[in-house]
């Protein structure tokens, strides 16, 4: 799909993502390989004549038909062969040709260049200096292509699934146009599955078209990426406490939450296990039948809510133009539950994704954003402010709200706290339409107040339900009511609040009126 292959180029063009995503299992296994490969991306990203020159250096390799035959991946950019794309750069950029002294340039391929030289640069070198290297020590037991071909080919898949090239589901492979474009980097996802022992597990299923990864092994093979995952894992966990004790911040470590195994400061968050800790957290919810928001656990009501949690998990993998069709579908909401417009989301296709929030940021936190959140964006570091996302809760719990059997009552029916929105989900009458920073701070603790005080009335009510078959009628408590009935009657004077608060604030947005005249004939 051109349009699918057009905004992914676009969106994923700007940045360095590799070196936290596709090659961090690669880098923390094989640090001085790493090394050798983080230095030639870096010149390759500078210049594109040592681009070329470090590429025909891996051709001209005495083990390069060694490479080809155990099924290494070398990429290149703009190659005509599909398997030996980079999934980020897949596509063809939208692109604008300018002419300069008689000699056209194209705008965007031009600036996206260096950012798709270092992207092949990292993952081709991170695998042909390694694969060099175990190919050196099999020689030296004895084993050649020859004589150990399943070994070789499996250290190959070892190698591409550790920098983000994992192999496709054959079902998948089959569909593979298809799955491209309406799924992002699904190599990407397949080497996740596979390191994690996902893609094992699904392989004990009949007709599931898994092999596995771990299991197809050789002993040989097998022990070392079992290790590499080890010290990855350890690697990781010990980087993540260190940096968290280092500078104040905490660290979420409960598998059901979603925020795992992020390091916490403030509003923000970061977590640098490139979306490893996305696949065990949907593994844990779905064990444990429930999600922790905020620190408190959730029970899935039914099959229903573990299927949504699946689904929303899967959302998250969309590419940018599915995205927006999924949002379209979704009442005009992200899968963050952010409402979108017609022209965010226009913004959102054309505006390379590690740029998308620094005008915001840098309104928000001024020149400091570029190192909190833009670098570490920029290198593939999964950053979050909670202040982007729509649901915070107005209290911690009911029994903030109201007495302890009202807060039991509402409990036991599972109705939640009213949540309070972001900035951008309220519509006020400013130039931009959204509040500003300063206002918003006023703001939440006036829903809270108003909020509180509506309740307090509500809870005091009483209600007449007559029954229309028999006529009889039935005197109920606020909190005796049915619990659809209560429910949005709590909705209502959380709108209540909302509206109380902006009036306070005069941030009310005038109602159209309509005059109606008669026309005399």
Request: aromatic share 8%; hydrophobic share 35%; proline share 3%.
């Amino acid at each position: 799909d051109w349009s699918s292959d057009v905004c992914s180029s676009d969106l994923t063009g700007v940045d360095d993502s590799a070196l936290f995503m596709q090659t961090l299992v690669a880098t923390i296994s094989r640090p001085f390989v790493g090394a050798k490969a983080f230095k030639l991306h870096i010149q390759d990203a500078i210049s594109k004549k040592m681009f070329e020159k470090h590429l025909a250096e891996i051709h001209n390799s005495p083990y390069y038909e060694l490479m080809v035959k155990s099924g290494l991946d070398i990429t290149e950019p703009q190659t005509l062969r599909a398997t030996a794309k980079e999934e980020a750069f897949a596509g063809e950029a939208l692109d604008v040709t300018i002419k300069v002294n008689g000699k056209e340039y194209k705008v965007l391929n031009t600036l996206l260049s260096p950012f798709e030289r270092a992207f092949v640069s990292l993952g081709n070198n991170m695998r042909a200096i390694a694969f060099i290297e175990y190919a050196q020590k099999l020689e030296s037991e004895g084993k050649t292509f020859e004589n150990s071909e399943k070994q070789y080919k499996e250290l190959a898949q070892m190698l591409n699934t550790e920098t983000g090239r994992g192999a496709l589901n054959k079902h998948i492979q089959r569909a593979n146009e298809l799955v491209t474009a309406g799924i992002w980097s699904p190599r990407l996802m397949a080497s996740r599955l596979n390191v994690l022992g996902i893609a094992d597990a699904i392989s004990l299923i009949p007709k599931s078209g898994s092999k596995g990864y771990y299991r197809q092994m050789t002993p040989e093979i097998r022990k070392e990426a079992i290790k590499n995952l080890a010290l990855f894992i350890a690697t990781g966990a010990a980087i993540t406490y260190s940096i968290a004790n280092l500078f104040g911040g905490e660290v979420d470590n409960d598998p059901t939450s979603q925020s795992f195994m992020d390091m916490k400061f403030g509003d923000k968050s970061y977590n640098i296990f490139g979306g490893f800790t996305q696949y065990v957290r949907l593994i844990a919810q779905t064990i444990f039948g429930g999600v922790t928001r905020d620190g408190q656990f959730k029970e899935f009501s039914g099959g229903k809510d573990a299927g949504s949690n699946m689904l929303h998990f899967l959302r998250g993998k969309l590419t940018p133009i599915s995205g927006v069709v999924a949002d379209l579908m979704s009442n005009m909401k992200d899968f963050t539950g952010q409402p979108v417009t017609v022209q965010s989301e226009i913004k959102r296709l054309l505006v390379p994704l590690s740029m998308q929030s620094l005008a915001e940021n840098m309104k928000r936190d001024g020149f400091s954003a570029l190192l909190s959140t833009t670098l570490p964006s920029f290198v593939g570091i999964n950053v979050k402010d909670k202040r982007d996302f729509t649901k915070g809760k107005i209290t911690s719990s009911w029994d903030e709200v109201t007495n302890k059997t009202n807060a039991e009552i509402l409990k036991a029916k599972g109705i939640e706290a009213p949540s309070i929105g972001s900035i951008k989900q309220y519509k006020v009458n400013t130039e931009t339409g959204i509040m500003s920073d300063e206002d918003y701070a006023k703001f939440v603790p006036l829903v809270n107040k108003y909020f509180n005080e509506n309740f307090e009335k509500l809870s005091s009510k009483q209600y007449i339900i007559i029954d229309k078959k028999t006529g009889e009628s039935k005197y109920y408590n606020t909190m005796e009511l049915p619990k659809d009935e209560l429910k949005n009657k709590i909705e209502d004077a959380h709108s209540k609040a909302v509206e109380q608060a902006k009036k306070d604030l005069n941030l009310l947005r005038p109602k159209k009126e309509t005059i109606i005249k008669e026309i005399n004939q």
